[in-house]
């Protein structure tokens, strides 16, 4: 599967995925969630990590955020806006890159 | 390889990002937890000889360096007691045979593992391998952005064209590539073509490091030292590029201390979230702590656990935190914000490691070593004493050294 990884802009068709160099594991001596990339160790919170887990290059956000938005009950549009703007700010970082078919 | 690691924490929070969690104060990474990431050199050899290495001067031998299956024995430990990260470093860590059974044992234990290397012992086979092995990330060094300069810097022939070539080899095989710069006088005018550079090579980091200067690059000071004129440059050139290159290349910049009011925080802290393992085995609060005499390491060949030599032993407890500060640092405000800035700087330019960091405008010896930056950058030449096992060798002209 090709990748996109520069200026990405998230949108409700976006379909996102953390990169090769971003890995989003349990870390069980501390007990939470962390994302390991270059350089550094990033602690997600548990919002992020319930969307992280979401982004498997397949999903887009608007299904993503169906999923949240049915989960907790909670108003679709607010739930649609901070999870775009959590991931565009992962995306501006490098921690996200956005998957698309490979060119025919 | 990678003399920025003594003031880029290789891990960090970062606020803004509303992940810093695990670094927040108080957190288990505060207060001498197990450090999150771990610089492994595996090997001081190194085909370059580059002025700056971040090596000590008393290099390691091969002979010294720990065997394939100890090497195996730390990574397991390492990731049993919670470190995330392995960073393997050098010298040249693909000078070792075994770096693909290395990197394999890594990923097989669970660790995210990152290659910072010079990148001219690669071949596309060996680079397809270490990904193959589960290699996370490459760190490729570069010393300018043509061979003319490069080269010279290097201390090796050819060099730079084969460094192209293998960041070329690392993109395509889709592994991620951060270019690491270190910058100094005679080359901090290729900046922003080092910068393009980085954008051409489909880079997702630069490293734009300039040189701290102890070991190898405070015996070749004068001629490395920039102008301070260069550094005012250097920070507009950065500045500019991340705002234009936001999204496309992330840029690290490390500021040179000499230049500056405030010292850094270096490593974080002495023992307070990193730890590096010499060729030989030493644990070292960071790579260039064997310069301070009088402090004993102890190494994983002791009958001591990587953890307990971590937490116990004497070397990395005695700088640690700020009981340890003479004044200024005692009663200074931004004591638990550098924690004193650096020991092995203090010691180089004071003798004493407990003093304070003459970097620190406070530091009474802050206004001599300003003047002397400033004379060396404007009077001191510009040839290099290469890094090498006899201890160093002068540049004669168009010959590089050895």
Redesign the interface.
């Given at each position: 599967m090709a990748a996109r990884t520069r200026n990405i802009s998230v949108t409700g068709t976006s379909r996102p995925l953390l990169p090769r160099h971003a890995k989003l594991r349990f870390d069980d001596t501390r007990q939470r969630w962390v994302i390991l990339a270059p350089e550094r160790v990033l602690a997600p919170d548990d919002i992020a990590v319930e969307v992280l887990q979401l982004c498997d290059g397949d999903r887009d956000v608007d299904q993503m955020v169906d999923l949240l938005a049915a989960k907790y009950v909670a108003d679709r549009a607010a739930i649609a806006s901070d999870v775009i703007a959590m991931l565009q700010d992962l995306a501006d970082k490098g921690f996200l890159v956005e998957a698309r078919e490979a060119s025919a | 390889m990678s003399p920025t690691l003594t003031d880029?924490a290789?891990?960090?929070?970062?606020a803004a990002?509303?992940?810093?969690?695990?670094?927040s104060r108080k957190s288990?990474a505060e207060t001498f937890?197990?450090p999150?990431?771990v610089l492994a050199e595996l090997t001081h050899r190194c085909p370059l000889q580059c002025p700056y290495c971040s090596n000590p001067v008393e290099l390691e031998r091969g002979g010294s360096e720990l065997t394939t299956d100890e090497w195996k024995k730390v990574l397991t430990e390492l990731a049993e007691?919670?470190v995330?990260?392995i960073h393997f470093s050098g010298g040249e860590p693909t000078a070792r045979k075994d770096i693909v059974e290395l990197v394999q044992h890594a990923s097989d234990v669970?660790l995210?593992t990152?290659l910072i290397t010079s990148a001219v012992l690669l071949t596309r086979d060996k680079l397809k391998a270490l990904a193959d092995a589960g290699l996370?990330?490459v760190?490729i060094s570069f010393q300018g952005n043509e061979p003319v300069v490069a080269d010279r810097v290097a201390g090796l022939k050819n060099a730079h064209e084969k460094k192209l070539e293998v960041a070329r080899w690392t993109r395509e095989l889709?592994?991620?590539l951060?270019v690491n710069a270190v910058m100094h006088r005679q080359n901090l005018h290729q900046l922003a073509d080092i910068i393009q550079m980085a954008v051409d090579l489909d880079a997702?980091?630069l490293e734009v490091a300039n040189v701290q200067y102890y070991g190898w690059a405070l015996k070749n000071r004068a001629a490395l030292m920039p102008t301070l004129q260069q550094i005012e440059e250097t920070s507009r050139i950065v500045e500019e590029a991340e705002v234009r290159l936001?999204?496309?290349l992330?840029i690290?910049y490390v500021v040179p201390d000499y230049y500056a009011l405030r010292p850094k925080k270096c490593m974080g802290g002495w023992g307070r979230q990193f730890f590096n393992i010499s060729p030989a085995g030493k644990i070292l609060p960071c790579h260039a702590a064997e310069t301070i005499t009088g402090l004993d390491f102890l190494s994983v060949r002791s009958n001591h656990s990587i953890a307990w030599i971590w937490q116990n032993s004497e070397a990395f407890n005695r700088y640690r935190g700020t009981g340890w500060m003479p004044e200024p640092c005692q009663s200074c405000e931004f004591k638990e914000i550098d924690f004193g800035g650096c020991r092995c700087q203090a010691f180089a330019l004071t003798g004493d490691a407990g003093n304070t960091d003459p970097a620190c405008a406070l530091s009474p010896m802050h206004e001599q070593i300003f003047k002397t930056a400033e004379t060396e950058a404007s009077h001191g030449g510009d040839r290099f004493i290469y890094r090498n096992f006899a201890g160093g060798t002068v540049e004669t002209g168009g010959e590089y050294g050895s």
């Open positions: - | 880029a290789p891990s960090r929070g970062d990002d509303g992940l810093s969690i695990l670094e288990a937890g197990i999150l990431a007691i919670g995330l990260q669970g995210y990152n996370c990330h760190q889709d592994l991620p951060t997702d980091r936001k999204g496309i992330a690290d």
